[in-house]
């Protein structure tokens, strides 16, 4: 049933509460500026809370059947299928987010739910041969325990949903901490969603927080001797400090972190498909993903006319309300990423950088921006700026197409144009990243890949059928029918 979102609440053992101090916070709504919805403010109260729930309604979810995990999921993946048109709505009410991007985070978490369904009869375990005569070996998978999971709000319902489903359908129970931005379509969403498909109690818990106040929930749920694994995506700042943190308590960690992509357009790109590719990956979602394009490294034999078709295109995309199905760039989450936006273009041009279109906010909207020439000095062309700006870089040989995009201390994701797809394959075994898509942009996702990056964009990989491994432990159980002789 469509409905208004009016309070956001805590989710802790099946049950709506309101925070242990009472206190709430305003989220707003990025393009109005109205309020979204009151939101409970939590703390570690909260967090302690969560995790008492998750804790007592582990052993019952860990043993319950696959059958019951199944049609749980079965069961969520048929109602959200058919909430798509209010979800679409309070995705763009909470986060901006565009008609398009509401539609691929649907569909995305749609198979996700489905895929789960099948996780629950994934084989547990495998017979590992012996020497010693007479025993039987088995290395077998189970749950970990409690997963405190930490989300964003960029792409919230998917990164939600990714950080709770897998750990879930595998038998783990999970706290959930959103973000600020995003405490519904990144939270209390997913607890209302499951819980309405028959997921029993304290399975999944969600607390939000006021801006600012993450920190002490993180800290409280990864020093937790309960909490047994940590999820996060995230910043690489705020990656580094939790995973310092988990490692003081000997806890693994999954870590989705920052991107800074490139996109190589080689000289036998067929240029049509490339402009298209490359406008899709640096402006979708007004460039608020971790994956899109940061860096399009360009041959220097093609590099004027896809220069000037790409730049031609850029400036004409529609900015605007993001419920309107003709917007392709809404605005950014909060005055914050705007004003850091403007700051670190007019850095770059202040540097030295040709501003070939864009660079000034219109309202709450930055305008797609595309620079040339950046400095290896500026902000832009060595950090993670989440908003529709990118950077073409011209490069005259493969090699140093190579040599610049793994110059960056990130490896999220590539993406290469090409007229030789198997060249290109040969080409992304030399590139440092976690993901490399041939005759694609960086931004991809389906719920069954291997999702993750190298060197500062984190370790681990998400994905459904990779869920075992991160979010379960391996026993190794032995068995004998009769006795074994010893030493002494």
């Known amino acids: 049933m469509d409905q208004e979102i009016s309070a956001v609440r805590h989710h802790i053992g099946g049950v709506w509460t309101s925070s242990v101090n009472g206190r709430v916070f305003e989220k707003r709504d990025p393009w109005t500026g109205g309020v979204f919805a009151s939101v409970a403010a939590g ?16 052993d019952a979810w860990a043993a319950s059947l696959p059958g019951q995990r199944q049609e749980i999921f079965l069961r969520a993946a048929a109602i959200l299928d058919g909430r798509r048109s209010e979800v679409r709505r309070l995705l763009a009410s909470e986060t901006g987010c565009g008609v398009t991007f509401a539609g691929i985070q649907l569909d995305f978490c749609v198979n996700l739910l489905r895929q789960a369904a099948g996780l629950a009869y994934a084989p547990s375990g495998q017979i590992i041969p012996s020497d010693l005569d007479g025993t039987r070996a088995l290395a077998m998978r189970r749950p970990v325990g409690v997963v405190a999971a930490i989300a964003p709000w960029n792409a919230s319902l998917v990164l939600a949903g990714r950080a709770v489903v897998a750990p879930i359908a595998v038998g783990n129970t999970v706290v959930l901490k959103p973000s600020e931005e995003a405490p519904f379509t990144g939270g209390a969403f997913w607890a209302e969603l499951l819980a309405e498909a028959g997921l029993p109690a304290g399975v999944l818990n969600v607390i939000t927080h006021a801006p600012g106040e993450a920190g002490v929930i993180a800290e409280t749920l990864i020093a937790d001797p309960r909490v047994r694994r940590i999820s996060f995506t995230g910043s690489t700042v705020t990656g580094r400090r939790l995973a310092e943190l988990a490692g003081r308590h000997l806890k693994r960690a999954v870590l989705q972190l920052g991107g800074h992509n490139p996109l190589l357009v080689l000289a036998d790109a067929n240029l049509d498909y490339a402009v298209d590719a490359a406008v899709y990956g640096a402006f979708v979602h007004s460039g608020q993903t971790c994956m899109c394009a940061r860096r399009i490294i360009v041959d220097r034999a093609i590099s004027d006319e896809f220069t000037s078709r790409f730049v031609a295109r850029a400036a004409s995309l529609p900015s605007g309300d993001p419920a309107d199905p003709a917007t392709v760039i809404g605005p950014v989450i909060n005055e914050w990423a705007l004003s850091l936006l403007s700051r670190r273009v007019t850095e770059a041009v202040d540097l030295g950088a040709v501003l070939l279109t864009g660079g000034v906010p219109s309202g709450r909207c930055f305008p797609p921006t595309v620079l040339s020439g950046v400095p290896d000095s500026a902000e832009l062309a060595f950090d993670e700026t989440f908003g529709p700006v990118v950077m073409i ?53 389906e719920p069954q890949m291997p999702f993750g990056g190298v060197k500062d964009s984190g370790a681990g990989r998400f994905g459904m059928g990779f869920a075992a491994e991160e979010f379960t432990e391996t026993q190794w159980l032995t068995a004998r029918q009769s006795t074994r002789p010893f030493p002494f």
């Open 43 to 58: 703390d570690a109260d909260d967090a302690l809370a969560a995790v008492s729930a998750a804790s007592d309604a582990f």
């Open 393 to 445: 870089e011209e490069t005259s040989s493969v090699d140093e197409a190579v040599n610049r995009a793994n110059a960056s201390a990130f490896g999220l994701t590539a993406g290469v144009i090409t007229g030789d797809a198997y060249g290109g394959l040969d080409l992304a075994r030399r590139l440092q990243a976690g993901i490399v898509h041939i005759n694609d942009q960086p931004v991809n996702d």
